[in-house]
């Protein structure tokens, strides 16, 4: 069972920028792919961005070129790294841990992103 505790949300402004964190309880450099997703008030969760065992990255066209995914082996934590931020981009932000191709798959508690003026 591996452990997984996001942290750095909060309320920014347009335009602002964010940090996001992910530790986990377990050695981060074994999983197959550590993703971020997120959840807007009323809407299905959504990918946000994929970072694979190879360190090969991915992104949703809504953020790409705006949110960096990267990793950390030796502190076993994932950030996401949010600029040029838009209220679009409101949501609980959560991150995923897949330990193989397929499966298991686990997940945090989720740290709120608010961007609002």
């Known amino acids: 069972q591996v452990q997984l505790v996001e942290s750095g949300g909060g309320l920014v402004q347009p335009g602002g920028s964010l940090k996001l964190s992910c530790a986990a309880s377990?050695?981060?450099?074994?999983?197959?792919?550590m993703d971020w997703t997120r959840q807007a008030p009323g809407k299905q969760r959504e990918w946000v961005a994929t970072?694979?065992?190879?360190?090969?990255?991915g992104y949703a066209d809504s953020v790409r070129g705006r949110f960096i995914i990267s990793r950390d082996n030796a502190r076993n934590t994932v950030y996401l790294e949010m600029n040029n931020l838009k209220p679009e981009d409101t949501a609980v932000y959560y991150c995923?841990?897949?330990?193989?191709?397929?499966?298991?798959?686990?997940w945090g508690q989720g740290t709120q992103v608010t961007v609002s003026s």
């Open positions: 377990e050695n981060i450099a074994r999983m197959y792919a």
């Open positions: 995923q841990a897949r330990q193989n191709i397929d499966g298991p798959e686990f």
């Open positions: 970072i694979f065992k190879t360190t090969t990255t």
